[in-house]
Nanobody
Framework: QLPLVESGGGKVQPGGSLRLSCAASAASGFTLDYFAIGWFRQAPGKEREGVSCISRSGGSTDYADSVMGRFTISRDNTKNTVYLQMNTLKPEDTAVYYC??????????????????WGRGTQVTVSS
């Protein structure tokens, strides 16, 4: 089983909301609080892009321009979980969403280089 497990995806109408969760697998013994966490997405025929990221402490976050003001990343280290609240969803947000972990003490990066632990992904479909 992969150390990271995404959940919360689904189908929603344009303008709707979803909250994705990225949890450490209990079986893996993985602990998120040593890692910066990134959310990435990949639509069919497109490259995987960094959507958002959050530092170990949660004090630093970053967002892609395309989701700024609509998505909010947060983490609860006591629950070993990172969240991505997605509001005002658009059809172009349709993709498989992945979370990934990067061991770093600095602020996070949306560049996928350096992220070496990944989940399987969760599908988000925005359609009427």
């Amino acid at each position: 089983q992969l150390p990271l497990v995404e959940s919360g995806g689904g189908k929603v109408q344009p303008g709707g909301s979803l909250r994705l969760s990225c949890a450490a697998s209990a079986a893996s013994g993985f602990t998120l609080d040593y890692f910066a966490i990134g959310w990435f997405r990949q639509a069919p025929g497109k490259e995987r892009e960094g959507v958002s990221c959050i530092s170990r402490s949660g004090g630093s976050t970053d967002y892609a321009d395309s989701v700024m003001g609509r998505f909010t990343i947060s983490r609860d280290n006591t629950k070993n979980t990172v969240y991505l609240q997605m509001n005002t969803l658009k059809p172009e947000d349709t993709a498989v969403y992945y979370c990934a972990a990067q061991r770093t003490d600095s602020s996070c990066s949306r560049n996928r280089i350096g992220y070496n632990v990944w989940g399987r992904g969760t599908q988000v479909t925005v359609s009427s």
